[in-house]
C-alpha cells in the first residue's frame, strides 16, 4: 500500500482508553489532520484493511489483538504504513520489541503533547519524502543486476530472486541511493529513516546494510555496492566498485 | 544478593554437603564392618591351621581346644566353632543394622531439612517476583490516566480553548483523578486482603436493604448512562455478613455491571435474591458486553481486564472482582460469573450463609479490628 497526497494527513488512532483518545484526536485535528479511532486490535486490521491512511497511533495493551500483533500482521499483508506506538510499556525491551515487529517510532505514556506532534510531523514527513522522491525519479532503482520497485516494496536481485523489502529497508536504500559515490554517515541514515532518537545505537543501521547486501550483494562477504567507510558510515555504488 | 538468602543460600549447601557426609559414613561404617568380620575369619582360619599342626605333631585335641576355645577338634581334625562361626555373621549383621538405622534416620532428617530451605527459598522468590509484577501492573494502570491528564493540561496550557472546551476538559480530568483515586483505594484494600489484615463481623444483614442503598447511591450515573437498574429482593432476606464489606461487594458488583452496559448504549442490571437450603443468593444480571463463557474464572484474578468485542471504556484497575471474590471468601460465601458470549450479557451470583431469620448464626461476631476501605467501587473488569 502506498500514501498519497489524499490521505498522507489521515491518521487512525488505536486505543481503548476513551478519555486518551479523545485528547489525542482532538489535539491532531486541531493540527489540521484528518483522524479517526478505535478501540481494539480487531477493528483496526478491519479499518486498516479498507481504507489507506498516513499514520497509525497504536496502544501496545488493546483488547482482542494486542498492538504489536497488529503492526506484525500489517506488515505480512504489505502495508507499510508508518506505525507510532503509545503505550505505557515504555521499557528498552517493548520499545525493541515494537521496533521489530515494524513500528516506525515509540512514544511511553505519559507523554508531552508537543512531542507527540513533533513525532508525527517527522514520520509524516519523512514518509511523504520518501513517497515523492519515489514518484519523482520513476520510483525505480538498477545496480549491479538489480531492480528495485520503490513505490511497490519489492525487487528483483542480480539471481531473480524476487525480493520484499520492509518499509526501513526500501528507506534506506532510497537515502543512499540519492548520493550515490558520497559517504552517508550512520547518523545521517538513523535520523533520515527512524528519527531522533528511537534506537539507543547506530549498530541498527549496520545491522540493515548487512540485509541490503545479502540481497544484492553477489558476494555480502566481499560488497561491491554496499560499502562500509570505517568509523563513518557507507558509501552506495550504483556500478559497483572492483 | 540479600543477605537472608545468601544465609540460607548458605545453609542450604552445608545441609546438602551434611547430607553427603552421612551417606559417605554409613557406607563406610559399613565397609568397615565387613573388612572387620573377614580379618577374623582370617585370624580363625590361621587358628585352625595351627590347631591343625599341633593336633598332627600328637598334642591331644583336649589340649588343643583349651589353647584355642574357638577351635573345634574331631578326631584329629581342627575346624572353626559353628557357634564362633554364627558369632561373627551376627556380629557383622548388626553393625549393618545399627548403621542402616542410624543412617537412615539422619539422612531423612537432613532431606527434611533440605526440603524444608528449599521451601522457603522457592516460596521467597514467588514473593519477590509477585511484589515485581504487581509493581509494574500498578504502575502501568496509572499511566494511561496520568497521560490523559497530561494531554488535557498541555492542551489546556498549548490552545486557546472555548469556555464549553475548557469545561469538558475540566470534566476529563476530574474524572482522571478519580480514577486514580479509585485506584489507589482499591490496591490498598486488595493488599490488606492479601495480607489478611481484616477481620469480618459475622452478623445477619437484610440484603434488600443493602442493595437498595448501593442502588441508590448509583441512581444519578445508571441514568445518565440510560441503564436502568431493579432489585427484586424479598422482605426480610438476610445473609451472614459484614455490612461494610457487604457494602464494598455489591457496589463494585454494581459499578462491574454499569461498566458493561455504558459502552452498548444502555440497557438493564437486576438484582434478584432468593433463598436455596440454607443459603441465600443473590444474582446481579446485565444486559451488558459480555465475555467470552471460558473466561467466567478469570475475571476475579488479580489485574484481570478481559476485553471482549464491545469496546467502550476501560477505565477498570483489574481489581474490583478481586475485592469482591476475596470478601466473599472471608464472609463464607462465593461468587461466580456466567455469559453466553461477547454481547450476550452476563449473570454474576453471590451466595451468604442464610442469616438469622432463616438459621441460627453459625458463630458469635468477631470484633473487627481495622474496617475495609471503603470508596469509589470497581470498574468491570471484562469490559
Redesign the interface.
Known sequence: MTASAEYARRILVVEDDPHLTAGVVENLRAEGYEVDSVADGRRALEWLDGTPCGLVLLDVMLPEVDGFTVCRTLRERGDNTPVLFLTARGDPADRVRGLEAGGDDYLAKPFHLRELLLRVKAILRRWDWYQSASAAEGGTLRFGGNEVDFRAFRARSWNGVAQELTEKEAMILKVLAERPGEIVSREDLLERVWGYDVFPSTRTVDNFILRLRKRFERDPANPRHFLTVWGVGYRFMSEGEC | MKAPRLFQLTALALVLVSAVEVGWWLLDQHRFAVDKVREMHEVYAQQVGAAQALLDAGIPGERVHALMPGIMVTGQQAALSPDVDRGLIAEERRHIAQYAWEGSFFIIALAVCIAVIARALRAEARVIQEQESFLALVS?QF??????????L??MA??PLSPEHSSALIE?ML??LGRMEGMVTQILESMRLDRGRIDLKSEPVDLGDAVARVIASFEERAAKDRIRVGAEIGHGLEVMADPLALDVILRNVLENALAAVAPIGGGSVSFTGRRIAGEIELTVRDSGVGFRPGDGTRLFQKFSRL???G?????GTGLGLYIVRRLMQLAGGRVSAQSAGVGQGAAFVLTWPAGAAHEAPSSDPTVRSEPPVTGPAARREHS
Open positions: 502501568h499511566k494511561t490516566p496520568l497521560a490523559s491528564l497530561q494531554l488535557s498541555e492542551t498549548m490552545r476529563r474524572s482522571d476485553h471482549p468485542g469496546g467502550g471504556s476501560h477505565f
